[in-house]
């Protein structure tokens, strides 16, 4: 699986947020610029991480970011959703749960068990490894 700039890019702003967002909103021009990345197009993240309830704005003086929820309830996989859509890295109508199979191979092919194991690996791998952990690790780094 390949993901792409938004959600490179989104992961290290939203990650630079949780660390420094604890106390006041933190504004995109802060980030933008410790991360190397382009306002314009950090802004169209901060929308997407916005709309999808991962984070909040905060208007007037000192106003800018903040988590909506705890760190510690946002996993890796929430943030890449929002950023990316669905992570699978194969489209396989085989595998796909509640939807009516169009492969003339469906009941027959067994490579949809391969496809079926990355697609929940991931999905585990990602969902598994909260904001706050790399947070934690952030701090650790800094202070080495």
């Given at each position: 699986m390949k993901l792409s700039t938004k959600g490179?890019?989104?992961l290290r702003a939203f990650i630079d947020?949780?660390?420094r967002g604890k106390e006041e909103p933190v504004s995109l021009t802060s980030i933008?610029?410790?991360q190397e990345i382009s306002l314009n197009y950090l802004e169209q993240l901060m929308a997407k991480l916005k709309k999808a309830g991962l984070v909040e704005s905060v208007r007037g003086c000192g106003g800018g970011y903040r988590l909506a929820r705890a760190?510690?309830?946002i996993s890796?996989?929430?943030v890449l959703r929002a950023?990316?859509?669905d992570l699978k890295?194969?489209?396989c109508a085989a595998i796909d749960s509640g939807r009516e199979s169009h492969c003339s191979g469906a009941d027959t092919c067994v490579s949809k068990i391969v496809w079926k194991r990355i697609n929940d690996s991931i999905n585990e791998t990602v969902d598994g490894i909260f904001i706050g952990e790399l947070v934690r690790e952030s701090?650790?780094?800094n202070q080495s």
């Open positions: 490179r890019y989104g947020l949780a660390v933008a610029a410790r760190a510690d309830e890796v996989g929430d950023l990316e859509g890295p194969v489209e701090e650790t780094a």
